[in-house]
């Protein structure tokens, strides 16, 4: 009998490769659809089928242990109804594909990932609006600036609360209508650490950054906070960007010290507003 799982360990050995480069092959795709929605679903069967390729790496180890076991006289496979199949896997314990939108990964060519989008920079905004007030500190202030606190609103915005300009809040709110209708199930996770906080930029003396602006807010996946500078995100920050960029958002992951929550309006979305009167 002790060719059976012998039998089984190389059947196995042989399909790994061939499955690893066909699944791919035969994984159905949306060919219709347009919008960004598209990349998200092939991101997270990536990381699906990697964690299935892994799953079974490790169930071809174990096949191997027990068949040296097995030829060496050594344990044998423990019989059914003590909590593990024939093979000797554990049927009690859950083997689910770990979350995908929490899954922390690379930010592929993240340099790149606001495309043609045009950051609005403090020079910028200090001269378009002034200053959002005057005595700037390290900490967050009230919004002094007439401009600015007139467009200012605190509103539930999708799954979140924020206080922004008028205009952000309306672009934002889109943007959270097109994931609700894509992706449901992201659109559920999505959680805040923040949107305005009027100060200075920290090591500068009369410089404010666009959450200062009531323009920028900071997202996260179920509430956990992205390590900043690592290069790396939640895989769901990665598909939020997708929508934030269409609706001509720019996205704090290009920076030089790697932003990924950060979400603020672009300076080409900035000037079509003010083209339409709107700021």
């Known amino acids: 009998m002790r060719i059976v799982p012998a039998i089984i360990l190389g059947v196995a050995i042989i399909l790994a490769p061939i499955i690893w480069y066909v699944f791919p092959l035969i994984v159905p795709i949306e060919e219709n659809y347009e919008g960004p929605a598209i990349d998200s679903g092939a991101r997270i069967e990536i990381e699906m089928i990697s964690q299935q390729v892994e799953d079974m790496r490790n169930q071809i180890e174990q096949l191997s242990l027990e ?14 109804g003590d909590g593990a199949d024939d093979y000797g896997f554990d049927s009690t314990t859950p083997n689910e594909i770990i979350d995908a939108y929490a899954q922390v990964v690379l930010i592929a060519n993240r340099k790149k990932v606001n495309k043609e989008l045009e950051l609005a920079n403090s020079s910028f905004l200090r001269e378009t609006f002034g200053l959002p007030r005057e005595d700037l500190t390290d900490e967050c202030q009230s919004m002094t600036n007439p401009r600015l606190e007139e467009k200012l609103v605190l509103e539930e915005v999708g799954p979140i609360r924020v206080r922004m300009l008028k205009p952000a809040v309306d672009s934002l709110r889109t943007v959270f209508e097109n994931i609700q209708r894509t ?51 939640q895989l769901g920050l990665t598909i939020l960007a997708d929508f934030f960029r269409e609706e001509g958002w720019v996205w704090g992951a290009a920076w030089g010290r790697e932003d990924s929550m950060h979400f603020e309006v672009s300076r080409n979305k900035i000037q079509e507003w003010l083209d339409d009167g709107l700021l």
């Open 67 to 80: 068949v040296s076991r097995s030829q060496s006289g050594g344990a044998v496979l423990p019989q059914s």
């Open 183 to 233: 992706d449901p199930d992201l659109y559920a996770r999505i959680n805040t650490a923040g949107s305005l906080c009027v100060r200075r930029i920290r090591g500068a003396t009369s410089s404010a950054s666009a959450h200062a602006y009531g323009l920028a807010v900071d997202l996260n996946i179920d509430g956990v906070l992205d390590t900043l500078g690592d290069g790396k995100t």
